[in-house]
């Protein structure tokens, strides 16, 4: 079980500034929440395999693929921005 001395300590850690009641109110939730831990540490888990995902899937991203893009002049016309040496130049930013 948490005491309300830890509760308030975890506090000043966060820079919080708790009310006696919301020490009282966080004291019970975070005991709940310590409890259930201790449950949860109470489970068999010798046989389980350790995984980080469940679904099974190992890579939903697409493999990158370089397109030689012959018609520069014309993808470079496409911009508002002024051309220099075969580059957009865009306003700075900083």
Request: some cysteine; glycine content about 4%; proline content about 2%.
């Amino acid at each position: 079980m948490i005491t309300k001395k830890e509760v308030q300590h975890i506090a000043k850690l966060a820079k919080l500034h708790l009310t006696d009641a919301e020490v009282e109110k966080f004291t019970g939730q975070l005991g709940s929440i310590l409890d259930f831990f201790a449950q949860l540490q109470e489970v068999k888990t010798d046989h389980t395999e350790e995984t980080s995902q469940v679904t099974g899937l190992e890579n939903v991203t697409r493999l990158d693929q370089v397109n030689v893009y012959t018609e520069e002049d014309s993808l470079l016309d496409c911009s508002p921005h002024k051309i220099e040496n075969h580059s957009i130049k865009v306003p700075k930013i900083f």
